[in-house]
Nanobody, 116 residues
C-alpha cells in the first residue's frame, strides 16, 4: 500500500487548509482511512478517521472545525481544516487500516504550520 499526502502549508490562525491523500495498491473501500498528526516533541495523535461506509470519528480538539471525507472512486481521503489554531501545527500523516493486512499503512506526512 502506498499513500501520498499533499496539501499542507503555512496559514494564519483562523484560516483553512485541505489535505488530500491518494492511496494505491489496496482495495481502497475496504480501508478505514485516517489522519493523524505529530507536533514537535509530542506523540502522534489521532485527528479523524472514516470507515469505508462513511462513518466518521474525530478527536475532541478538532470537532466542528475539521471534516474528513473520502472519494472511493478516486482512492482519495480528504481533511478539510477550518478555523485553524497554532496548536494544530504539526506533521499530518495519512493512514490506511484494512482488515486484510497485518498492519496499517502510513503516508510520508505533510507539514501544517499555523501562525498566530
Amino acid at each position: 500500500v502506498q499513500l501520498q499526502a499533499s496539501g499542507g502549508g503555512l496559514v494564519q490562525a483562523g484560516g483553512s487548509l485541505r489535505l488530500s491523500c491518494k492511496a494505491s495498491g489496496t482495495v481502497f473501500s475496504q480501508n478505514t482511512m485516517g489522519w493523524y498528526r505529530q507536533a514537535p516533541e509530542k506523540a502522534r495523535e489521532l485527528v479523524a478517521t472514516i470507515r469505508g461506509v462513511g462513518r466518521t470519528n474525530y478527536a475532541d480538539s478538532v470537532k466542528a472545525r475539521f471534516a474528513i471525507s473520502r472519494d472511493n472512486a478516486k482512492n482519495t481521503v480528504y481533511l478539510q481544516m477550518n478555523s485553524l489554531k497554532p496548536e494544530d501545527t504539526g506533521v499530518y500523516y495519512c493512514n490506511a487500516d484494512s482488515p486484510f493486512t497485518p498492519a496499517p499503512a502510513w503516508g510520508q506526512g505533510t507539514q501544517v504550520t499555523v501562525s498566530s
